[in-house]
């Protein structure tokens, strides 16, 4: 379930279309529990991404309603921006997995994030991630433009220790705003997840 509205501007978003919570297709939240409600005995879970949903008034009452039709496993994908919010989910229980975007280093996230964002927020979202999700990932779309080896080294301190950190192919399309970033290699992708294994329990390539 894609929720509009997002507090970052990356340039490499690909749900750019979503940022602006005044986009024209919205979904009624009855349909949604209805479609849940019809394949509860198909579906297992439900991933609540965006842009980003911890901007969403109202989440945790939605995910009750959600609970109520099945105990349905929830996945949350943020950037990190909202570490209270997400704890207060975390402590009712309400979610099973959490993917949590790592940007950049801290002395790069404005940068990349390309707006004033507070870097304290993202360190305590990093630490209640790593403490209290029953099961998570951290995960970086690489770009060259962005993480150089000094950079990665730098991200990698940062999430020292975590169970579990996916780096993820950049590809182009229509939906990035940016036109002139570069992908990683197969072959520099693989080189990153080997360093990254000195630091991280599981390194996975998604392309």
Do not use: W
């Amino acid at each position: 379930m894609f929720f509009s509205g997002c507090n970052f501007d990356c340039a490499y978003c690909h749900n750019a279309g979503i940022i602006d919570t005044k986009q024209e297709h919205k979904i009624d939240e009855q349909e949604v529990l209805d479609f849940l409600h019809k394949r509860k005995n198909i579906l297992e879970g439900v991933c609540l991404t965006g842009a980003e949903c911890l901007m969403s008034g109202g989440l945790e009452q939605f995910i009750l309603k959600i609970k109520a039709i099945k105990d349905y496993k929830i996945k949350l994908d943020t950037n990190g921006a909202y570490p209270d919010a997400l704890k207060q989910l975390l402590d009712k229980g309400l979610v099973d997995y959490v993917a949590m975007d790592i940007k950049g280093s801290l002395e790069n996230y404005l940068k990349i994030a390309r707006v004033n964002i507070n870097i304290d927020a993202i360190k305590k979202s990093i630490d209640i991630i790593k403490t209290h999700a029953p099961d998570y990932e951290f995960r970086t779309t690489l770009i060259k433009e962005y993480h150089s080896k000094a950079e990665f080294f730098s991200m990698l301190d940062l999430i020292k220790g975590a169970k579990r950190y996916a780096l993820q192919e950049y590809i182009k399309s229509e939906n990035v705003r940016a036109k002139d970033l570069t992908a990683f290699s197969k072959e520099e992708t693989d080189e990153y997840a080997g360093l990254a294994k000195e630091y991280i329990k599981e390194v996975l390539i998604r392309n």
